[in-house]
């Protein structure tokens, strides 16, 4: 159910891309107590991005889940913002993350909704 979509003025090689959605997924079924199965990652990169009237490396993270539960969102931007900040060199000040709840009644799948 939780779906994680990560913006960035990066330009990513196809390995790196696989390689943070493989472990992006591990992070949000640990934070979210989810199975890996019901994770769905993207990435879009090379995306014309300017934050703070500055074009230096930047992330728009935006995770959306049912039932997303408040107590623990801090503990998820942090270590989203570590894992970016350790992977892609962005600093935590330029990263943005926006954390989204959705009612399952709004949230479709397999041809019905949670």
Known sequence: MPYINLKTNLKLDKTTKIELLNELTNIISKGLDKPENYIMCSIDDDKYMVFGNSVDA????????IRLP????????ASLSNFIKNNLNVPKDRIFI????????LWGYNGTTF
């Not at 408040?70 to 931007?77: A, C, G, V």
């Not at 926006?98 to 009644?105: A, D, L, S």
Request: proline share 8%.
């Open 98 to 105: 926006n954390f989204i709840n959705v009612e399952p009644h």
């Open 70 to 77: 408040k107590k623990e969102t801090p503990k998820l931007s």
């Open 58 to 65: 930047a992330m728009f993270i935006e995770l959306r889940s």
